[in-house]
């Protein structure tokens, strides 16, 4: 599996944008997958993750009833839907596949095939 992701951009503080992780491969559906984040200057943080049935979804503290992830297998993409932003919600961000490790993992050794991450900048 391959994966692109794109839609990032500038925005102000408590605007919206939408993420999309585009995928190749017709096992795409069979995995989890999760998006991260990576700061100027620090670690990648775990963001959200979403089942392969999209019946289990997981977010970071930091993000939650702010950010919605969604999946449509059909499409074989992703969404990150990101609402009232931050600048500390400034990074670029990622979307990997979930190989390993249970549907609560946050932990990046699990996920693999990270597609080229889009930076999303959030002014104050």
């Known amino acids: 599996v391959q994966l692109q992701a794109s839609g990032g951009g500038l925005v102000q503080a408590g605007g919206s944008l939408r993420l999309s992780c585009a995928a190749s491969g017709r096992t795409f559906g069979t995995y989890a997958v999760g998006w991260f984040r990576q700061a100027p200057g620090k670690e990648r943080d775990f963001v959200a993750s979403i089942s392969r049935s999209g019946g289990r979804i997981l977010y970071a503290d930091s993000v939650k009833g702010r950010f919605t992830i969604s999946r449509d297998d059909a499409e074989i993409k992703v969404y990150l839907q990101m609402n009232s932003l931050k600048p500390e919600d400034t990074a670029v961000y990622y979307c990997?596949?979930?190989?390993?490790?249970?549907?609560?993992?946050?932990?990046?050794?699990?996920?693999?095939?990270w597609g080229q991450g889009t930076l999303v900048t959030v002014s104050s």
């Open positions: 990997a596949v979930q190989y390993s490790g249970s549907w609560h993992s946050t932990d990046e050794e699990d996920f693999g095939s």
